[in-house]
């Protein structure tokens, strides 16, 4: 299943379900006036936007992810790489490294998840 579309405001919203799920509307509503200065009607209507679209479920008022940050972040990445660099990741990491120092430990950490693709783990 792919996994829906999550734009920029209500992936900020996300980020605060993620971090408090279960949890109900009243509580989503009043860390959102807090968070992102939303008023309520804005609230319920990106509830209800990302009900309708498989990202959350609200069921007597608790409110509970569909799709987890993990996830999100993964089709986010592909996206990115399939619009701006032709789907190739060779393309985009070096873009990514031209605008970015990379630390010799992140180096490390991402010769070791080459390592493990290669052995066949995720």
């Known amino acids: 299943m792919e996994t829906p579309k999550i734009f ?4 900020r919203f996300c980020l605060i379900l ?3 799920e279960p949890v109900t509307t009243t509580e ?6 807090e968070k992102l200065e939303w008023k309520r009607t804005t609230t319920y209507t990106v ?8 990202v959350l479920k609200n069921e007597n008022g608790i409110v509970t992810s569909l799709v987890s ?6 089709a986010e990445i592909d996206e990115l790489v399939e619009k701006k660099f032709e789907g ?3 393309a985009f990491i070096a873009a990514f490294t031209k605008c970015r120092k990379v630390s010799d430990s992140e180096i ?3 010769q070791k998840m080459i ?3 290669r052995k066949g783990g995720a």
Do not use: F, M, T
Request: glycine share 6%; charged share 50%.
């Open 28 to 33: 989503l509503v009043k860390l959102c006036r």
């Open 69 to 74: 940050k993990e996830e999100a972040q993964e």
């Open 115 to 117: 390592d493990r693709y």
């Open 8 to 11: 920029e405001s209500e992936y």
């Open 108 to 110: 490390e950490e991402i």
């Open 47 to 54: 509830i209800k936007r990302l009900g309708e679209r498989g």
């Open 88 to 90: 190739s990741l060779p």
């Open 18 to 20: 993620w971090e408090k």
